[in-house]
């Protein structure tokens, strides 16, 4: 199981920015995805949700309105489109596929954003 991610940067307050996540060595359509963060000095928390088929997603309230998941099964990949940057927003963000209670595989690097002015 692996699980890359790529679409970090360094983005203005107020910016936009679209993560990628492909994932390999296990059948991406079956399994629902998470997005996850960890900032500096804080544990790693879940900010957005999408079920195996795409059809029902769920954000943390911290993200809610700015933050969309998504997922392509053909490309073996989900995205999260994050809008409206704020500094707080400032974290390594990474994958992982979930099914029930159970995650599957070991984290990736993760990538980085930085929300600053």
């Known amino acids: 199981v692996q699980f890359v991610e790529s679409g970090g940067g360094l983005v203005q307050p107020g910016g936009s920015l679209r993560l990628s996540c492909v994932a390999s060595?296990?059948?991406?359509?079956?399994?629902?995805m998470k997005w996850y963060r960890q900032a500096p000095g804080k544990e790693r928390e879940v900010v957005a949700t999408?079920?195996?088929?795409?059809?029902?997603?769920d954000y943390a309230d911290s993200v809610k309105g700015r933050f969309t998941i998504s997922r392509d099964n053909a490309k073996r990949t989900v995205y999260l489109q994050m809008n409206s940057l704020k500094p707080e927003d400032t974290a390594v963000y990474y994958c992982k596929a979930f099914y029930g209670s159970i995650t599957l595989g070991n984290w990736g690097q993760g990538t980085q954003v930085t929300v600053s002015s």
């Open positions: 060595r296990f059948t991406f359509s079956s399994y629902g």
């Open positions: 999408i079920t195996s088929a795409g059809d029902i997603t």
